[in-house]
């Protein structure tokens, strides 16, 4: 594999235009885009408006004249057209932690009344920690278990004690990609329900959540949404459910009417049960900045285009790993099948990861690093996203060739990419 290929295909990339729509540093190859997506070129400009016109000038006024009010429904519509929601039934509020207790607690009623003897929510150990410990305290609060099985064991753990299965659907350590319809499938044939993290899946790979007949979902707007560090994240629950309970953060905005203030809590019909309190305004002008740069590609093939050049670079990526790093100790961490696999690569390094992936950023290749559990035997990783908005080919082949520079020089060993503290 040559440079000079990948220019090619770079060349031939029918979704090339969309990097025109970030501002991305000179001199940088940004594999990070599965934690922090990057900035669009909107964005500023549009903050800057929402400051200085529609508050500056507008004041109160624009909750009404600006759409302030509605902006949490029309962002919300927007991502609905990433992951198979149907217009209204998805909603831009409060953090994922935030949202995850939502749903849950509605799930965990919801079993509570139908059926009482199960107790169990099934999870997965490798989960992101903010699951397992809103889980936990769920858990607590409701007399039930949490249970922790290894990745991919969530199916073989349905019996009819569970309650609810809580999965992300991409992990965010190997990026492996469970099958959302089938488990989902699986789980209900067990009488349990289910609920789904979209973090790393939103914005990254096709989902469809009424296809796959989901409970309930959500997920992260600052990853491959592109909306901006601390962005709001979102929630969605199947039409079938969304009316049966209500979420247990009753904040006035998730009121039937909201500007009676009547002291007496009434959800709102439908999703905007799921808003809490006032929306966080500028980081959520920020999302659908972000948002607008993921269906910017609809006319280009939409998440199917998108999802095709991320498998491409990612298999570019192993391809060059393992072409040319055979000589050092690593490994492909992530399912080897792209079917398997969201947007990320991760690799394991038989020595320090750490100072590797230091070295790596040194040079301007952005990714990250991610420590294993070592009481498990879980491998350190470094992690590298593809984001196939703003990525090219040739980008990927220069990020495995700074790889193999770093590996092939030893400089990684150097005392300035040690981590500081470390005991050695
Ligand atoms: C990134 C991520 C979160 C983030 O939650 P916050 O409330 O935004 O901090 C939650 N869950 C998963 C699976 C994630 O990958």
């Known amino acids: 594999m040559q440079r000079s290929h990948c220019l090619a295909l770079d060349a031939d990339d029918p979704l090339a235009p969309l990097r025109e729509?970030?501002?991305?540093?000179?001199?940088?190859?940004?594999?990070?885009?599965?934690?922090?997506?990057?900035?669009?070129?909107?964005?500023?400009?549009?903050?800057?408006?929402?400051?200085?016109?529609?508050?500056?000038?507008?004041?109160?006024?624009?909750?009404?004249?600006?759409?302030?009010?509605?902006?949490?429904?029309?962002?919300?519509?927007?991502?609905?057209?990433?992951?198979?929601?149907?217009?209204?039934?998805?909603?831009?509020?409060?953090?994922?932690?935030?949202?995850?207790?939502?749903?849950?607690?509605?799930?965990?009623?919801?079993?509570?009344?139908?059926?009482?003897?199960?107790?169990?929510?099934?999870?997965?150990?490798?989960?992101?920690?903010t699951d397992l410990y809103m889980a936990q305290s769920l858990a607590a609060q409701h007399g039930m278990q949490l249970e922790l099985v290894e990745q991919g064991q969530a199916a073989n753990r349905l019996r009819d004690d569970v309650a609810v299965l809580l999965l992300t659907q991409v992990n965010y350590r190997s990026g492996a990609l469970q099958d959302m319809a089938a488990?989902?499938?699986?789980?209900?044939?067990?009488?349990?329900?289910?609920?789904?993290d979209l973090a790393h899946s939103a914005g990254a790979v096709p989902v469809d959540l009424n296809a796959a007949h989901a409970d309930f979902a959500i997920g992260c707007g600052y990853k491959y949404l592109n909306g901006g560090p601390g962005a709001p994240a979102f929630v969605w629950v199947h039409a079938r459910h969304v009316n049966r309970v209500q979420q247990p953060l009753s904040g006035w905005h998730g009121h039937a009417a909201p500007f009676v203030f009547t002291p007496d809590y009434q959800p709102a019909p439908g999703i905007a049960r799921y808003l809490c309190g006032t929306p966080t305004l500028l980081s959520l002008a920020a999302l659908e900045c972000g948002v607008d740069t993921v269906l910017a590609a609809e006319p280009l093939g939409g998440m199917q285009a998108l999802r095709r050049k991320s498998v491409a670079l990612s298999e570019?990526?192993?391809?060059?790993?393992?072409?040319?790093?055979?000589?050092?100790?690593?490994?492909?961490?992530?399912?080897?099948?792209?079917?398997?696999?969201?947007?990320?690569?991760?690799?394991?390094?038989?020595?320090?990861?750490?100072?590797?992936?230091?070295?790596?950023?040194?040079?301007?290749?952005?990714?990250?690093?991610?420590?294993?559990?070592?009481?498990?035997?879980?491998?350190?990783?470094?992690?590298?996203?593809?984001?196939?908005?703003?990525?090219?080919?040739?980008?990927?082949?220069?990020?495995?060739?700074?790889?193999r520079n770093i590996l092939d020089s030893g400089i990684w060993r150097d005392a300035r990419f040690a981590?500081?503290?470390?005991?050695t």
């Open 21 to 129: 729509q970030f501002t991305l540093p000179a001199d940088m190859i940004y594999l990070d885009g599965n934690s922090l997506g990057a900035l669009p070129r909107s964005t500023a400009a549009r903050v800057q408006a929402v400051v200085t016109e529609e508050w500056g000038q507008g004041l109160i006024r624009s909750w009404n004249t600006a759409g302030w009010m509605d902006l949490p429904r029309r962002v919300g519509n927007k991502i609905a057209r990433l992951v198979g929601a149907a217009p209204g039934e998805l909603v831009v509020a409060d953090s994922t932690s935030i949202n995850l207790y939502k749903v849950l607690s509605a799930a965990l009623a919801i079993a509570r009344e139908h059926a009482p003897q199960r107790r169990v929510i099934v999870s997965e150990r490798e989960n992101f920690p």
């Open 183 to 196: 488990i989902t499938a699986a789980a209900h044939a067990a009488g349990a329900l289910t609920v789904w």
């Open 316 to 403: 570019l990526f192993i391809r060059l790993v393992q072409e040319q790093l055979s000589a050092h100790p690593v490994t492909v961490a992530s399912p080897r099948d792209a079917s398997q696999r969201g947007s990320q690569v991760s690799l394991t390094f038989d020595g320090d990861g750490y100072a590797v992936m230091q070295a790596m950023i040194a040079r301007g290749v952005i990714g990250d690093f991610r420590a294993g559990d070592q009481t498990h035997g879980d491998a350190d990783l470094l992690r590298f996203g593809f984001t196939p908005l703003y990525l090219r080919h040739v980008d990927v082949f220069d990020a495995a060739q700074t790889l």
């Open 419 to 423: 981590r500081k503290g470390a005991v």
